[in-house]
């Protein structure tokens, strides 16, 4: 079955400093690939995704996030955080691929919090 | 930016009663789900609704849970005799056709507190 792993459950960074926060998915054919933010009393924010192509992914928000097949990886990187960013950050998996209509299979998030 | 609607943002009910969540997708969209949000846990998947049916569900979406499209723009849940455990945030969202297309919109919640 599809599933989303994001081993960090908080992270804390400093202002200014970069960021990677983790994903791992389990997919039996080409996944796609989903990361999403949530902030405070906030729906949930498309940030970036990955369907094929060039490996990294430009998304909102300077972020980007590189699909790494052979690691099974989507992990989300920022050169340099704001303060802004602290939010909840969830990874996401499409259960049947690009047919139109599947679901969205989350991971568990991340908690970001940004220190001064 | 297009937007999915849901109301109310809170609701607060006694254990056993009724609940209808209500959400209005964006207006051309043709995919409806419900997702929840238990706190401090991930967001799982409820059910997903096209064409006037459902087309998948998680093993969450029992038989105390239903989803109708009584209009052409409104997509509710309904929990028909809710438990303690059902107290979670409750999202709705929507999608034209499929993920390399468009993108899933997602409401901004329900927080449904069950006492």
């Known amino acids: 079955a599809q599933s989303v792993t994001q081993p960090d459950i908080h992270i804390t960074v400093s202002e200014g400093a970069s960021l990677e926060l983790r994903c791992n998915y389990s997919y039996g054919a080409t996944p796609y690939l989903f990361w999403y933010v949530q902030s405070p009393g906030q729906g949930l924010q498309l940030l970036l995704k990955y369907f094929s192509g060039d490996t990294l992914v430009q998304g909102i928000k300077g972020f980007e996030a590189e699909f790494k097949r052979s690691q099974s990886s989507f992990n989300l990187r920022k050169p340099s955080v704001h303060w802004s960013d602290a939010a909840e950050y969830f990874c996401?998996?499409?259960?049947?691929?690009?047919?139109?209509?599947?679901?969205?299979?989350f991971g568990k998030g991340t908690t970001l919090s940004v220190s001064s | 930016e297009p937007e999915v609607t849901q109301t109310p943002s809170h609701q607060v009910t006694q254990m056993g009663q009724e609940v209808i969540l209500r959400c209005v997708p964006i207006?051309?969209?043709?995919?409806f789900y419900w997702y929840r949000q238990i706190l401090g846990q991930k967001v799982e998947f409820l059910v997903s609704?096209?064409?006037?049916?459902?087309?998948?569900k998680s093993e969450i979406f029992d038989d105390q849970f239903s989803v109708e499209r009584p209009d052409g723009s409104n997509f509710t849940l309904k929990i028909r005799s809710t438990k303690l455990e059902d107290s979670a945030m409750y999202f709705c969202a929507s999608m034209g056709s499929s993920p390399s297309g468009e993108k899933l919109f997602f409401g901004s919640g329900t927080q449904l507190s069950v006492l």
């Open positions: 207006s051309n969209h043709l995919y």
């Open positions: 996401a998996v499409a259960s049947r691929g690009n047919q139109a209509g599947t679901a969205l299979i």
């Open positions: 609704f096209y064409n006037n049916e459902i087309s998948e």
